[in-house]
């Protein structure tokens, strides 16, 4: 490769910069605007650094509703939901590239046009489905499907996974008098680790991040959610920005944690979705 | 699969008739395993995809609200839709076609140079990717309260700066000409998948094929315009679709911040049918708006499986198709 002029260099370090301010920008003025004095949110024009720290507006924020309550559920329904699509969809992907049963590939294919399949066209019927079994208003509409494949998306990722594995590790477990139960739990899904955080990581974004869900079954404040917790906020609190971005910046920080110690995992994650779509 | 080898030294060892029954057997015992294993997904399958998309298309002729008994009553909602009976279906259309088609071209080609850039050897490359990639990390909603803020017409830092700068401020999402831009703009924040998957394209293209074009005398536009984008083709596609449908579900965006208004201009498509199902309490007609937007995505996915035969690249056959 010829070398790149520092002109070139620079223009480069140029835009990513530009395209940078613009990704973390709003991240630092929400977690600005959360600790602003009430005084001063209004004060033309703004200023960048808080004058004085006030962290009793995390405190004010928090106590306003029972924000502990929509943690708990928040933790409670993605867990729940990791667990279920983490043994749901291998066990499916096992199915689909280890067992050689007879229509399975035809099966897989019918299964996968779920994949294009938006929540909006069945949200309906599964409403009324829920709401005839009286789960409504329960856990148990925004758990479920966890179970029960954990999405077509993450069985054909993890299916996809699985055929890399060589197939000769089941032949020798085979002649070893394994079956399929223990081919799964001791080669397929050890060999899998990388795949299945990937999928659990996805996972948590989509269930703790979820918005329509929540909002579509669960209808009593004691089962809220995080994000329904700030929605609520929000039509009490809507011009104390500075309290608002305080309850945001608390929402936002687990899902920060959890990226920054796992970067590498998403990163990598999305480009597999994208190649083997 | 079981080596010739193998195979012979099984026929030795194994009376045929024997074998031939033992393999039904396999045959029978694979099936079993195979449908036990796969039992999850093909319940929730039935469940939650094919007898709801079935209950959608029956609910559609009916006048079905929770709790109440459901009414045949024909075509009757998709009259009212599609006459302009009901005043916010043409309106919701409108907005969203409006959204999807200007954010979607503009998304693929903003995280098209994006990956680009962030595909160039230079230090702190990784460190590039990962702030590209976080916005996507943040709740929706929450970003969605975070640029409120930022966009806030009297107090928001972004008519602030614009002030200081003496360059015109604008109402945003207050106003019903700059609602949907604005949404548009805000799009562009969460672009990170795009961007990774554009990445991993081009991280495939062979580096010779550079160095050919620079042997020839060719720069850097003739680098994107002969191999770049030709060998990214399919991502291109790809990506293109994916960022159509998921835009026509926009909903979080604008039911957090604008709540469809003002004046029903940032009514998205989802959203309406949202308000109809679960707020309005009319089920019938909300199912009849959900099977149109299943006609469209259909559609849209149809598009997928037509032309990504012809467009897809094959690594090792070395030429476009």
């Known amino acids: 490769m010829k070398q790149q002029s520092w002109i070139n260099k620079a223009m480069i370090y140029l835009l990513l910069g530009i395209g940078s301010l613009f990704c973390l920008f709003p991240i630092f003025w929400m977690?600005?605007?959360?600790?602003?004095?009430?005084?001063?949110?209004?004060?033309?024009?703004?200023?960048?650094?808080?004058?004085?720290?006030?962290?009793?507006?995390?405190?004010?924020?928090?106590?306003?509703?029972?924000?502990?309550?929509?943690?708990?559920?928040?933790?409670?329904?993605?867990?729940?939901?990791?667990?279920?699509?983490?043994?749901?969809?291998?066990?499916?992907?096992?199915?689909?590239?280890?067992?050689?049963?007879?229509?399975?590939?035809q099966v897989f294919g019918v299964i996968l046009t779920g994949l294009m399949?938006?929540?909006?066209?069945?949200?309906?019927?599964?409403?009324?489905?829920?709401?005839?079994?009286?789960?409504?208003?329960?856990?148990?509409?925004?758990?479920?499907?966890?179970?029960?494949?954990?999405?077509?998306?993450?069985i054909f990722l993890l299916r996809q996974f699985f055929l890399g594995i060589p197939r000769e590790?089941?032949?020798?477990?085979?002649?070893?008098?394994?079956?399929?139960?223990?081919?799964?739990?001791?080669?397929?899904?050890p060999l899998a680790k990388q795949a299945m955080i990937v999928i659990g990581l996805l996972t948590f974004l989509a269930n703790w991040n979820d918005y329509l869900g929540p909002l579509a079954f669960i209808t009593s404040e004691k089962n809220y959610t995080l994000m329904q917790g700030l929605t609520l906020f929000q039509g009490s609190y809507s011009a104390q920005w500075n309290l608002m971005m305080a309850a945001t910046t608390v929402i936002v920080i687990p899902s920060l944690v959890i990226f920054l110690i796992a970067q590498r995992h998403f990163i990598e994650g999305i480009a597999m979705t994208g190649i083997k779509g | 699969m079981m080596s010739p080898l193998e195979d012979a030294v099984n026929g030795?060892?194994?009376?045929?008739?024997?074998?031939?029954?033992?393999?039904?057997?396999?045959?029978?015992?694979?099936?079993?395993?195979?449908?036990?294993?796969?039992?999850?997904?093909?319940?929730?399958?039935?469940?939650?995809?094919?007898?709801?998309?079935?209950?959608?298309?029956?609910?559609?002729?009916?006048?079905?609200?929770?709790?109440m008994v459901p009414e045949w009553i024909g075509i009757a909602n998709y009259k009212t839709l599609f006459t302009g009976a009901d005043p916010f279906f043409y309106p919701a259309v409108k907005a969203t076609f409006y959204y999807v088609f200007v954010s979607v071209p503009l998304?693929?080609?903003?995280?098209?140079?994006?990956?680009?850039?962030?595909?160039?050897?230079?230090?702190?490359?990784?460190?590039?990717?990962?702030?590209?990639?976080?916005?996507?990390?943040?709740?929706?909603?929450?970003?969605s309260m975070?640029?409120?803020?930022?966009?806030?017409?009297?107090?928001?830092?972004?008519?602030?700066?614009?002030?200081?700068?003496?360059?015109?401020?604008?109402?945003?999402?207050g106003d019903t000409g700059s609602v949907v831009p604005t949404l548009i703009l805000f799009s562009f924040w969460t672009l990170g998948n795009t961007i990774v998957i554009f990445l991993a394209g081009l991280q495939g293209i062979p580096s010779q094929?550079?160095?050919?074009?620079?042997?020839?005398?060719?720069?850097?536009?003739?680098?994107?315009?002969?191999?770049?984008?030709?060998?990214?083709?399919?991502?291109?596609?790809?990506?293109?679709?994916?960022?159509?449908?998921?835009?026509?579900?926009?909903?979080?965006?604008?039911?957090?911040?604008?709540?469809?208004?003002?004046?029903?201009?940032?009514?998205?498509?989802?959203?309406?049918?949202?308000?109809?199902?679960f707020k309005s309490s009319r089920m019938g007609s909300a199912s009849a708006i959900s099977v149109l937007l299943f006609l469209v995505i259909a559609l849209f996915t149809a598009l997928i499986f037509f032309f990504s035969k012809s467009l897809v690249y094959y690594e090792g056959k070395g030429e476009q198709r």
Not at chain 2, 148 to 172: C, E, R, Y
């Open chain 1, 31 to 105: 977690v600005r605007t959360s600790l602003i004095d009430m005084g001063e949110l209004y004060q033309i024009p703004p200023g960048f650094i808080p004058k004085v720290f006030k962290w009793d507006n995390f405190r004010t924020a928090l106590d306003a509703y029972p924000f502990g309550r929509f943690f708990l559920n928040s933790v409670i329904i993605t867990s729940l939901a990791i667990l279920g699509v983490l043994l749901s969809a291998s066990l499916c992907a096992y199915s689909f590239s280890r067992i050689d049963w007879k229509g399975r590939d």
């Open chain 2, 209 to 277: 094929l550079y160095e050919a074009i620079e042997i020839d005398g060719g720069n850097r536009l003739h680098k994107l315009f002969y191999i770049t984008i030709p060998m990214t083709s399919s991502i291109i596609f790809f990506n293109t679709v994916i960022a159509f449908i998921n835009g026509f579900q926009a909903f979080v965006q604008p039911s957090v911040m604008t709540q469809g208004g003002p004046n029903n201009k940032s009514l998205f498509y989802v959203l309406y049918l949202f308000n109809e199902g």
């Open chain 1, 117 to 154: 399949i938006p929540f909006f066209v069945v949200m309906i019927p599964q409403y009324v489905f829920w709401n005839a079994l009286h789960l409504t208003d329960t856990f148990v509409p925004l758990v479920a499907p966890a179970w029960f494949g954990g999405g077509v998306f993450n």
């Open chain 2, 12 to 67: 030795v060892q194994t009376l045929k008739p024997v074998r031939h029954s033992s393999r039904k057997h396999q045959a029978a015992k694979e099936l079993r395993y195979g449908l036990l294993f796969a039992s999850p997904v093909l319940a929730g399958y039935l469940l939650f995809v094919l007898v709801p998309i079935a209950a959608s298309i029956y609910l559609s002729f009916t006048n079905y609200s929770v709790g």
């Open chain 2, 146 to 173: 975070v640029w409120m803020w930022l966009l806030q017409p009297d107090f928001g830092i972004v008519n602030a700066l614009l002030k200081q700068l003496h360059l015109p401020t604008s109402q945003w999402l």
């Open chain 1, 169 to 189: 590790l089941d032949e020798a477990a085979k002649v070893d008098g394994a079956g399929h139960v223990r081919i799964y739990a001791v080669i397929i899904v």
């Open chain 2, 107 to 143: 998304g693929i080609i903003i995280s098209f140079f994006a990956a680009v850039l962030l595909n160039q050897k230079i230090a702190g490359r990784a460190f590039f990717r990962g702030i590209f990639y976080l916005p996507v990390i943040i709740p929706l909603a929450a970003s």
